[in-house]
Structures are given as structure tokens and as C-alpha cells.
Nanobody, 125 residues
Framework: VQLQACGGGPVQAGGSLRLSCVAS????????VGWFRQALGKEREFVAA????????VYAESVKGRFTISRDNARNSVYLQMNSLKPEDTAVYYC???????????????????WGQGTKVTVSS
């Protein structure tokens, strides 16, 4: 599966953005999808993930209540709605996918075999 992340850009603190991860090349509904981010000079960190059937979602504590992950399998897409953005949300955001993920491993970047290119989010204060 090939992944394309988009929707990043500059935004002021308190604003919103919606990131999209569009898949091609395989049966997308069979894949769990995660969003990760990497700020300049920092390690990549987990943001949110969603299972194949949308029944299970997990979030990093730092984004819980502000970000919402969802998917539209008919459109081969997963979305990350980001509200109440903070300067510390500034990072390059990546989407990743894999078929064999179980709930307990959804937060681990090494659980995902397929990665898209990043989309940059810059939140100014």
C-alpha cells in the first residue's frame, strides 16, 4: 500500500487543521493506520491510531480531547482532525499503515511497515 499525507500548513495557536492520509495500491480497509509526528531535533512520537473497522482508536495523552482520528474506507482515507492547536504541536506528521497490528501495539512505530511522506504543521503563538 502507498500512503500520501497532506493537509499540513501554518496555523495560529487555537486554530484547527485536518490532515488526510490517502492510500492506494491495496485493500485499504484491511489496514490499521497510525499518525506519528516528529518535531525538529526530537524523536518521532505517536499521535493517534485507528483499527481497520474504526471501532478502536487510541490517542497520545498530549492530544486526547483535541485531536480526532477517523477513516473513510470508501475513499481509502484516514483523517486527523486537529483542534485547539498549540505551538508544541508543530512537527512533521506522518501516516503509517499495517495489516497485522493488535491494539496493544498500535502506539509503536515499529508496528507499521508502510509509511507516507510527512506533511508539515507549524503552529505559531
Amino acid at each position: 500500500v502507498q500512503l500520501q499525507a497532506c493537509g499540513g500548513g501554518p496555523v495560529q495557536a487555537g486554530g484547527s487543521l485536518r490532515l488526510s492520509c490517502v492510500a492506494s495500491g491495496s485493500t485499504f480497509r484491511n489496514y490499521a493506520v497510525g499518525w506519528f509526528r516528529q518535531a525538529l531535533g526530537k524523536e518521532r512520537e505517536f499521535v493517534a491510531a485507528i483499527k481497520q473497522n474504526s471501532g478502536t482508536t487510541v490517542y497520545a495523552e498530549s492530544v486526547k480531547g483535541r485531536f480526532t482520528i477517523s477513516r473513510d474506507n470508501a475513499r481509502n482515507s484516514v483523517y486527523l482532525q486537529m483542534n485547539s492547536l498549540k505551538p508544541e504541536d508543530t512537527a512533521v506528521y506522518y501516516c503509517a499503515a499495517d495489516r497485522g497490528i493488535i491494539t496493544s501495539t498500535m502506539r509503536r512505530s515499529d508496528s507499521y511497515d508502510y509509511w507516507g511522506q510527512g506533511t508539515k504543521v507549524t503552529v505559531s503563538s
